[in-house]
């Protein structure tokens, strides 16, 4: 019995150890954006000071809130695109998995290859091809590459095929209701807790993209918050006084996906195996 | 519009042939857009090149002609490629079994507390925090961390009076970058494992025990055996993302001056692409990364006898 005791206590141990090690960056952030740029360098790392508004005031003022602008660029890009690549994936999943139909399996198989497919790789051509067509350094340009996910179509074919019953479809059909009314009033409230997932996994990936936007953005009132920061980490290198700009914008930037984790914890209960989401 | 609203009402049961590839429709165009044509072009252009006639003077002087392989060529005997690629093999042999490791290790831990909810939930959520954080946010934030004058580390090995390393140094930064990669994804995988551990019914393991297993026993023997799919994907994902690895190096670069241009091959890539206007030299070194990963990702796949990524349900 001491001996499972003793087990226990070293499980719980190490179980505190990591959490220790993934809180250690958060809580330095949230120490450091509250000292001046004097103490950054110089007050113990976590000894906390009193220039936490002073610092979010000066973040404020670069360059007429720039900041804020790269976080609603940040929101709109990760909203936007997670929404329509959720819905374009709903659509795909609910064909491949509820219709036969000739070429079903290739193109089952070509979007499996696709979830395969280093996605920062293709962003040098999609650059190529945007500015052919005049669309790079545009909104679009951050936008139109997130609507495709084959990740989200292979978990929403996975969702489409455990949530929505076949009879429920014919039953509908022989009520007289189309296809498409079919699918927003039956398929997709059905898949509701599958889509969410679909959804938060593109939003999330989104929101932190850097490659992407770095590479088809020039003009800084487009960027979002990754592509901001880092550039305001490069010219830190020449003002120093920039670092606590750096380091406000760091925690800033990060507390709207934090407190979205934290109020939707259940759909993240993924089985990427089995794409199945407990909730 | 709905499609439907002019047929008949004695429609037979059967669906109309068309309705499958319109609901398609959307993500095969945005398929083909944004993966194929990017991949296909990717391709020709590996395999073009520009030829200068004259003296390089006027619009006509400049024509782009077929190059063969010449551009493989030129990126595999690039001197900066190879160290490149080597430095993301021991990045990946470092980041992904110590990554996985520790997420398999944190899961079978959350598992085997399952009972004890307070301590687990803290852990659980603040593990799983990081993947909250962008990689940029997170190499910024760690960047500063390895300052030797922020960095806890340093007090803490001047407190016990000894000098302590720089881990922006050109032996460690490698290690350094390591870290935050798995400092990013452990919670994320941790979380996947762990879903596919709550499958199974604690009856099970009841029954073990009676049958007199231990803990570690029904671990090795039970649970290990369970999430090898969630492994074999979270391996492969880890795979992927590790040949790519970009925002970190690049966040780095204005802390630590050992971080060169070429530092992984995909820097490589952007650096020829858009610092020396050599596309075709850009598109070969993609081609040649993303073969690579596909190889590598397919090879395991096939190695493990194709147990995820399961056709049918």
């Not at chain 2, 044509?37 to 003296?55: C, D, M, N, Q």
Request: hydrophobic fraction near 55%.
């Amino acid at each position: 019995m001491s001996l499972k005791k003793g087990r226990s206590k070293t499980a719980t141990a190490l179980l505190l150890l990591g959490a220790a090690y993934c809180l250690l960056p958060v809580l330095w952030v949230l120490i450091a954006s509250s000292k001046s740029s004097g103490e950054l360098f110089s007050t113990f790392t976590l000894a906390p000071s009193t220039h936490l508004f002073d610092n979010l005031a000066d973040l404020s003022g670069y360059r007429d809130g720039l900041y804020w602008r790269w976080m609603a660029n940040t929101a709109l890009y990760a909203g936007v695109g997670a929404a329509a690549s959720t819905l374009i994936s709903a659509m795909a999943g609910f064909a491949l998995a509820k219709f036969d139909f000739p070429g079903k399996s290739a193109v089952f198989n070509v979007i499996l290859a696709g979830v395969l497919v280093p996605g920062v790789l293709l962003a040098i051509p999609q650059y190529l091809l945007l500015a052919k067509v005049g669309m790079t350094n545009t909104y679009w340009a951050v936008l139109l590459p997130s609507f495709i996910s084959p990740y989200g179509i292979y978990l929403a074919r996975i969702f489409a095929a455990a949530s929505v019953p076949t009879e429920i479809l014919e039953a509908s059909r022989i009520d007289g209701a189309g296809d498409w009314r079919t699918f927003g009033t039956v398929v997709l409230p059905m898949m509701r807790t599958g889509l969410v997932t679909v959804f938060l996994f593109q939003f999330v990936a989104v929101w932190n993209n850097f490659m992407l936007p770095y590479i088809m953005l020039g003009d800084d009132r487009l960027y979002p918050i990754t592509v901001g920061l880092n550039g305001l980490l490069n010219q830190g290198a020449n003002q120093p006084a920039m670092y606590t700009a750096v380091v406000t914008g760091a925690l800033v930037s990060i507390i709207p996906l934090i407190a979205l984790f934290l109020t939707l914890q259940r759909y993240w209960q993924v089985d990427l195996a089995a794409g199945g989401v407990k909730a | 519009m709905t499609p439907s609203a002019s047929t008949t009402a004695r429609r037979p049961v059967g669906r109309r042939a068309g309705t499958p590839y319109a609901f398609l429709a959307p993500a095969m165009i945005l398929f083909v857009a944004f993966l194929a044509a990017p991949i296909v072009y990717a391709a020709y252009l590996s395999l073009r090149k520009v030829k200068v006639s004259g003296l390089g003077l006027g619009a006509k002087s400049r024509t782009e002609i077929w190059a063969g392989l010449d551009n493989y060529a030129r990126s595999l005997t690039d001197p900066d490629f190879l160290p490149s690629v080597g430095r993301i093999g021991l990045y990946g042999l470092i980041v992904v079994p110590t990554m996985l490791g520790l997420a398999l290790l944190f899961a079978l831990l959350l598992d085997a507390n399952r009972t004890r909810e307070s301590v687990g939930k803290f852990a659980r959520i603040s593990i799983f925090l990081p993947y909250a954080v962008p990689a940029v946010v997170g190499s910024l934030l760690w960047g500063f961390l390895y300052l030797p004058r922020v960095s806890p580390i340093t007090d803490l090995f001047e407190a016990v009076g000894i000098t302590a390393p720089e881990l922006l140094s050109r032996d460690l930064t490698l290690w350094a970058v390591a870290n935050i990669a798995v400092w990013g994804g452990t919670g994320f995988n941790m979380i996947v494992i762990y879903t596919a551990l709550r499958a199974v019914p604690l009856s099970l393991y009841e029954s073990a025990r009676i049958d007199g297993a231990s803990e570690v026993a029904i671990a090795w023997r039970i649970k290990i055996p369970i999430v090898t799919p969630s492994l074999i994907m979270t391996f492969v994902f880890s795979l992927i993302a590790t040949l790519q690895v970009f925002a970190e190096p690049m966040t780095l670069r204005p802390l630590a001056n050992t971080i060169s241009t070429t530092w992984t091959p995909l820097m490589k890539v952007y650096r020829d692409a858009f610092t020396r206007n050599d596309l075709y030299a850009a598109a070969a070194t993609s081609v040649i990364i993303a073969l690579a990963t596909f190889i590598l990702s397919f090879g395991f796949l096939k190695l493990v006898g194709r147990r995820a990524f399961n056709q049918e349900d």
